[in-house]
């Protein structure tokens, strides 16, 4: 439950909502966020159906409140579906750096650039810097 000042305040910074953004999503005065923000360390003196309604608008944008000897807040734990595994997050950001990579060779077609200099462009921005250091070397061993 929201008790306190600096709770709502660190709830508020953790998913990056302004007071005014605050205050409209949960119908209340931007001075009533200010004021109950202003409290600090001490206990909250708003209404309940005040407190109830900024602690409802911050849970819906995904803030747990902590009340476990002392209030606190964290990032509700997901639970709108699986969490991809580190295999598919790693397949989807091959997939993501070969587009990446086949839009740099499509950019770099017709450009006057060595196939060093293009290799490292296209390692540069597609983030693969071992295609840098392979376009290095192959340029190293030429000399």
């Known amino acids: ?43 909250l003196t708003s209404g309940l159906d005040t407190i109830k309604r900024v602690q409802t608008s911050l849970e819906a944008a995904g803030v747990e409140f902590l009340n476990h ?4 807040v964290r990032l509700a734990k997901r639970t709108d579906g699986p969490r991809a595994s580190p295999a598919h997050v790693e397949a ?9 990579a086949s839009a740099a060779d499509d950019a770099m077609t017709g450009m ?3 196939k060093q200099e293009k290799a490292e462009r ?10 840098v250091e392979k376009a290095r070397d192959k340029g190293r061993a030429r000399k």
């Not at 409209?24 to 009533?32: D, F, K, L, P």
């Open 1 to 43: 439950m929201l008790t306190t000042g600096h709770q709502l305040k660190a709830a508020r910074a953790l998913v990056g909502v302004e007071q005014a953004d605050l205050a409209e999503r949960s119908g209340v005065a931007v001075t009533t966020i200010r004021k109950m923000e202003w409290k600090g360390a001490e206990t």
């Open 69 to 72: 000897g002392q209030p606190g």
């Open 92 to 100: 989807q950001a091959v997939e993501a750096r070969s587009q990446a």
């Open 112 to 114: 006057d650039a060595t």
């Open 122 to 131: 296209r390692g540069a921005l597609t983030g693969e810097p071992a295609m």
